[in-house]
């Protein structure tokens, strides 16, 4: 025998489990939408980087070897003009002690003259007439002149050499 209170208990139940199937139903429709974006968006994200590995990186790797030849060329360029510093500080060094030499000899020879200053008038007047005296003196003056010249060229040398690794590293800097 069943009862009033037994049917309405069983229809309560099948209700129940009916409204839970339709809530389980709606939840797994929702992770389905959710999945669907998620695999959507992974979708996207792979045609992104198929595109790339077809064209994108292409362009990329052209990039990269002319960044890598600019690089190359730099370092050439640098190897260059630290080889061309050396040689000129090697051909500065060589006649800074050329200069060096030639001052020391006047040096010596301006000392000679102020001993010869001490000395008794008769000793200076065979000092002063003394033709190898007279000679030592010409080549003194030829030699003072020619320092003053070397000088003046080297510095108007090394002012154009300057000039023209300004402008070389203007043009490669331009580049």
């Given at each position: 025998?069943?009862?009033?209170?037994?049917?309405?208990?069983?229809?309560?139940?099948?209700?129940?489990?009916?409204k839970?199937?339709?809530?389980?139903?709606?939840?797994?429709?929702?992770?389905?939408?959710?999945?669907?974006?998620i695999?959507?968006?992974k979708?996207?994200?792979?045609?992104?980087?198929?595109?790339?590995?077809?064209?994108?990186?292409?362009?990329?790797?052209?990039?990269?070897?002319?960044?890598?030849?600019?690089?190359?060329?730099?370092?050439?360029?640098?190897?260059r003009?630290?080889?061309?510093?050396?040689?000129?500080?090697?051909?500065?060094?060589e006649?800074?002690?050329?200069?060096?030499?030639?001052?020391?000899?006047?040096?010596s020879?301006?000392?000679l003259?102020?001993?010869?200053?001490y000395?008794?008038?008769?000793?200076?007047?065979?000092?002063?007439?003394?033709?190898?005296?007279?000679e030592?003196v010409?080549?003194?003056r030829?030699g003072?002149?020619?320092?003053?010249?070397?000088?003046?060229l080297?510095?108007?040398e090394n002012?154009s050499?300057?000039?023209?690794l300004?402008d070389?590293?203007?043009?490669?800097?331009s580049?």
């Amino acid at each position: 025998v069943v009862t009033r209170d037994d049917v309405e208990e069983s229809l309560k139940e099948v209700f129940q489990f009916v409204k839970d199937q339709e809530q389980l139903l709606q939840d797994l429709r929702s992770q389905i939408e959710e999945t669907k974006k998620i695999i959507a968006e992974k979708q996207r994200e792979r045609d992104y980087w198929l595109e790339y590995k077809n064209v994108g990186s292409k362009i990329h790797d052209e990039k990269i070897s002319s960044l890598e030849k600019d690089i190359t060329e730099v370092k050439c360029e640098l190897e260059r003009t630290e080889e061309y510093y050396r040689e000129a500080l090697k051909v500065v060094r060589e006649e800074n002690q050329k200069l060096f030499d030639r001052h020391m000899k006047l040096l010596s020879e301006e000392a000679l003259k102020n001993a010869v200053g001490y000395l008794d008038k008769h000793c200076r007047r065979e000092i002063e007439e003394n033709e190898w005296l007279k000679e030592e003196v010409k080549i003194y003056r030829k030699g003072h002149s020619d320092l003053e010249a070397s000088v003046q060229l080297l510095e108007e040398e090394n002012t154009s050499l300057v000039a023209k690794l300004i402008d070389i590293k203007l043009q490669r800097l331009s580049v």
